[in-house]
């Protein structure tokens, strides 16, 4: 089955412990991109990914990392996590000219 | 800065009604252009491409109008299953290679 897969789903961490929501998608997608969600903010990109090695800020990529080694991963990386950053966060992944396909989503609590 | 505006709603409509969304868009140079509908924070997903000459899946119409700025929804005999909050969504660079943008959403409510 084709699919953008996040893990983990739900997770509660403490300020400043370190942690990665990895992302992964078996259709061999060019494009991948992370947003979070806020209420009232709607969904906003954190980072996206052109294709292997390429890699650029969205609008909010203050306090996040991001790599992509491999076509299919794209994990999110927070070095120094904080309670702003306790959000819903998505992955997607693209073929050129095509909708994007979105992971079903990491509730990220940081208290 | 990039925007995309939508009316937030809520609307409730009839079951059986016709409602119309629409959003506008800042950036006349964006691209590509979508509606996508989210349920209950869960992920969003596609409904439908959006192009100049219209496009039509079911009971749903979609429509851009470049000259103005603004994407359309159409929604016809509304179904109850059709609940849910509709995002419009655009992409700057052709083919969508730079991601996404939000409106924030219009939140519909079918009511029996």
């Known amino acids: 089955e084709a699919q953008v897969t996040q893990n983990p789903r739900y997770l509660i961490t403490v300020t400043g412990k370190k942690l990665t929501v990895t992302c992964s998608q078996n259709?061999?997608?060019?494009?991948m991109s992370w947003y979070r969600q806020d209420p009232g903010l709607g969904l906003r990109q954190i980072y996206y990914?052109?294709?292997?090695?390429?890699?650029d800020k969205g609008d909010v990529p203050e306090g996040y990392k991001v790599s992509r080694k491999e076509k299919r991963n794209f994990p999110l990386i927070l070095e120094s996590p904080s309670p702003n950053q306790t959000s819903l966060y998505f992955c997607?992944?693209?073929?050129?000219?095509?909708?994007?396909?979105f992971g079903s989503g990491t509730r990220l609590t940081v208290v | 800065r990039k925007e995309v505006e939508q009316d937030p709603g809520p609307f409730n409509v009839p079951e059986g009604a016709t409602v119309a969304f629409n959003c506008t868009y800042s950036n006349s140079a964006s691209q590509s252009f979508f509606w996508y509908r989210q349920d209950c924070r869960k992920e969003p997903k596609l409904l439908m491409s959006?192009?100049?000459s219209g496009n039509e899946d079911g009971r749903f119409t979609a429509q851009l109008n470049r000259a103005s700025q603004y994407i359309s929804l159409l929604i016809r005999d509304s179904k109850l299953s059709d609940s849910a909050t509709y995002l419009c969504?655009?992409?700057?660079?052709?083919?969508?290679?730079?991601?996404?943008?939000f409106g924030k959403g219009t939140h519909l409510i079918i009511q029996p």
């Open positions: 990914s052109m294709n292997v090695e390429v890699t």
């Open positions: 969504v655009v992409t700057d660079s052709g083919g969508g290679a730079d991601g996404l943008t």
């Open positions: 259709m061999n997608h060019e494009y």
């Open positions: 959006v192009y100049s």
């Open positions: 997607a992944s693209s073929r050129a000219n095509y909708g994007y396909t």
